[in-house]
C-alpha cells in the first residue's frame, strides 16, 4: 500500500495508521509519476493532504490515468480534492472554511467507507478549498456545512474520497473509515504484524552489508537496542557495538548500559569508548543550540571512526564500512529531512551529521515511531526494562544545560536530575511519564534564603511531558506532593540549585527538550 506525500503533515501518520491496521505502507513524494508510482505494485493507494490549491499555478497534480490502472484509491482533502480535479469535477474557494472538529452528515449510508460508521460523525477538517461538484460516476456519501462534497465514491471504480483527515486521533470513526477503504474497498488482508517487519528488515540488513563487518551505534536506549537486535540477527558475529561515553551521560548510566547490555543484544559484542575530554573541549564556549548539536554530531562520529579503525586492526585489516543507529521517523523530519519540511532541531543522529561521513548507514527504524519500536522490541524478546525505558537524546545533557556546558554544570544538573528520576521511578510513574527532562537554567540565577543565610543559585525546570510518538506532547500533571517531594531533595541536597521550576507548556508550541 502506497501513500502519495503532497506536502502533508501527516504522511507519515497515515502511513502509520496504515499499519496500524496490520498492512504494511510506504510513502512516496507528489513528484512520483504515475509509472514510477505503479511500478511499485502498490495493492491500494492513499493520496495525502497538502498546503497548495489544486488551481493554482504550479499546484501538484494527480494523472487521470492512476485512476485507470485498477488500484483502489482513497484521497484525502487535498489528495481529494487533486482526484476531483483530474476526473472533471469541480474544486473552489468557496470562501467557507473548516479547521478542526466538524459535523459530517452521511448522505448515501451504502458505502463501504461507512461501514460501522453513523450516519453523523464529528470528523477533524483543515481545508479552505472545497469540491463543490463530484466527477462523473461518482456518489455523494456526505457533506458538512463548509463542504457540500464532503466526501464520494465510485465504488465499481473502487474510487474513494474524504474532505476530512480520517488519519488524526480526533475524527472520531476516522481509523474506521481507513480500515473500511482497505479492508473492504480494496480488500486487503491484515496479516502485516512487528513479526513482519523483523523478518523483512533482517532480510534487507543481510542484503545491504552482505559479508562486511558493521558497527552500531548503542545508547542503551529503546531504538538502538532494538537495531541493534534486528542487525545482531541478520549479520551475528559480524556486529559490534560501540557505545560512547561523552562525558554526557546521567548518573552511573555507562556502568548500568554495560552490566545490562549482555540481555539489550543478544549477546553481540560491545566496546565503550571514553571521549569525555574531546567532547567538553570541544563544546567549551559554546551555547548556541545548533552549533552543540552539530559538534556532538561531529564527535560522535570522530568517536566511530576510532571504533571503526580499533576493530579494523584487530581483525586482520577486514573493513568496517557500515554503522548502524536507531534513528526513528521523528528524528528524520524533526531534523528537516521530509519533503519540503522544516528544520525544528538537528537530531545529533541525522542533521547533526558531519558532512564527510564515510559510513554507510544502515538504519533499520527510519520510518518507524517509538511505539512501534517498542512492539518490533517485545517481539524480539527484549527485556521490558529496555522496551519501555523512557528516551534519553543523544546529546545526552549538553542539550539540557542552558548556557555553556562545563565539568561542575554538569555534576551538578547530574545530581539533579538523578533525584527527580528516583523520585519518580518511587513514585511508580515510569511508563505514564513519557519522559523528564531536568533542566539547568546556567546562566540564570536567583536569590534564596537557606540556613538563614542568602543564597545566589541556579534554578532547574522540570519538563514531565505526556506523548504517544514525541511528535506532539503534553505536559503531565504530576501529582503535588511528587512535586514537592522533587523541589524539596533537590534543593536541600544539590549544592548550588535553590530553585526548581515547572514546565506546564506543550508541544506544540514548546519541544520536549529546551534545546
Ligand atoms: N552514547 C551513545 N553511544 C553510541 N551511540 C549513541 C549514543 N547516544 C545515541 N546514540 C545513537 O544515536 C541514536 C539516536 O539516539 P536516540 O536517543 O534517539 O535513540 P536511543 O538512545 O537508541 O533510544 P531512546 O530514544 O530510547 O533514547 C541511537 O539509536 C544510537 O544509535
Ligand atoms: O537521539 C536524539 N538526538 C537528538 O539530537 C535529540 N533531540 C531530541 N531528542 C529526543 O527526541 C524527542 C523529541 O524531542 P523534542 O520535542 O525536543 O524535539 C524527545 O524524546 C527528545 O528527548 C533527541 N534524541
Ligand atoms: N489539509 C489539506 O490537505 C488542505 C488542502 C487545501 N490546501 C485546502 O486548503 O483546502
Ligand atoms: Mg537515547
Known amino acids: 500500500m502506497l501513500v502519495v506525500d503532497y506536502g502533508a ?37 492513499i493520496l495525502s493532504g497538502g498546503p497548495s490549491s489544486v488551481y ?32 472533471g469535477g469541480t474544486v473552489a474557494k468557496t470562501g467557507l472554511r473548516e479547521y478542526g472538529h466538524t459535523p459530517v452528515n452521511a448522505t448515501e449510508a451504502t458505502s463501504c467507507l461507512f461501514d460501522g460508521v453513523p450516519a453523523e460523525q464529528v470528523a477533524w477538517m483543515s481545508h479552505g478549498d472545497s469540491v463543490s461538484e463530484a466527477p462523473a460516476g461518482f456518489t455523494v456519501l456526505a457533506t458538512s456545512a463548509g463542504a457540500p462534497v464532503a466526501a464520494f465514491a465510485n465504488e465499481d471504480a473502487k474510487l474513494y474520497g474524504v474532505q476530512w483527515h480520517p488519519e488524526v ?11 473500511n477503504f482497505l479492508y473492504e474497498g480494496a480488500g ?51 556486529l559490534t557495538c560501540v557505545y560512547v561515553d561523552h ?12 552490566k545490562a547490555f549482555g540481555a539489550s543484544t543478544g549477546g553481540a ?64 523530519v524533526e531534523s528537516g529531512g521530509g519533503e519540503g519540511t522544516a528544520n525544528i532541531k538537528s537530531h545529533h543522529n541525522v542533521g547533526g551529521l558531519p558532512d564527510d ?21 517485545t517481539e524480539l524478546g527484549l527485556p521490558d526494562e529496555i522496551v519501555h525505558r523512557q528516551p534519553f537524546p543523544g546529546p545526552g545533557l549538553g542539550i539540557r544545560i542552558i548556557g555553556e556546558v562545563t565539568r561542575e554544570r554538569l555534576d551538578l544538573l547530574r545530581e539533579a536530575d538523578a533525584i527527580a528520576r528516583a523520585e519518580l521511578t518511587a513514585a511508580g510513574l515510569d511508563r505514564e511519564v513519557w519522559q523528564m527532562p531536568v533542566v539547568l537554567l546556567a546562566d ?72
Open 357 to 377: 561521513i564515510e559510513f554507510e548507514l544502515v538504519e533499520p527504524l527510519r520510518a518507524l515511531f517509538k511505539d512501534e519500536v517498542r512492539a518490533v522490541g
Open 444 to 515: 540564570v540565577r536567583s536569590v534564596g534564603v537557606q540556613g538563614d543565610g542568602r543564597t545566589y543559585g541556579h534554578p532547574v525546570v522540570l519538563r514531565p511531558v505526556s506523548s504517544e510518538d514525541a511528535m506532539t506532547a503534553d505536559w503531565s500533571r504530576l501529582p503535588y506532593d511528587l512535586l514537592s517531594k522533587i523541589s524539596n531533595r533537590i534543593t536541600n541536597e544539590v549544592d548550588g540549585i535553590n530553585r526548581v521550576v515547572l514546565d506546564v507548556t506543550s508541544k506544540p508550541p514548546g519541544t520536549i527538550e529546551w534545546e
Open 9 to 45: 503533515q501527516y504522511a507519515q501518520l497515515i502511513a502509520r495508521r496504515v499499519r496500524e491496521a496490520h498492512i504494511y505502507s510506504e510513502i512516496v513524494p507528489h513528484t512520483a509519476s504515475t509509472e514510477q508510482i505503479l511500478a511499485k505494485n502498490p495493492a491500494a493507494i
Open 169 to 179: 486521533n480526533h475524527s472520531e470513526f476516522g481509523q474506521k473509515v481507513l480500515t
Open 269 to 332: 559484542k560491545l566496546m565503550v569508548v571514553h571521549a569525555e575530554d574531546i567532547f567538553l573541549e570541544k563544546l567549551a564556549g559554546v551555547t548556541d543550540p545548533e552549533a552543540k548539536r552539530k559538534i556532538i554530531g561531529e564527535q560522535f562520529i570522530r568517536t566511530f571512526e576510532r571504533a571503526q579503525a580499533e576493530i579494523i586492526a584487530a581483525s586482520e585489516g577486514e573493513d568496517v564500512a557500515f554503522l548502524v543507529q536507531g534513528t526513528l521517523y521523528p528524528d528524520v
Open 247 to 258: 562525558g554526557l551521560m546521567r548518573q552511573n548510566e555507562s556502568v548500568e548500559i554495560e
Open 188 to 238: 486487503l488482508k491484515p496479516d502485516w504484524t512487528p513479526g513482519n517487519i523483523v523478518e523483512e528488515q533482517v532480510a534487507r540488513i543481510r542484503e545491504q552489508v552482505g559479508s562486511k563487518r558493521a558497527i552500531c551505534a548503542l545508547s542503551g536506549g529503546v531504538d538502538s537496542a532494538v537495531a541493534a537486535a534486528l542487525v545482531q540477527r541478520a549479520i551475528g558475529e559480524q
Open 56 to 87: 493554482a499555478d504550479g499546484a501538484p497534480s494527480v494523472g487521470a490515468d492512476l485512476f485507470q490502472a485498477g488500484v483502489p484509491v482513497l484521497g484525502i482533502c487535498y489528495g481529494f480534492q487533486a482526484m476531483a480535479n483530474a476526473l
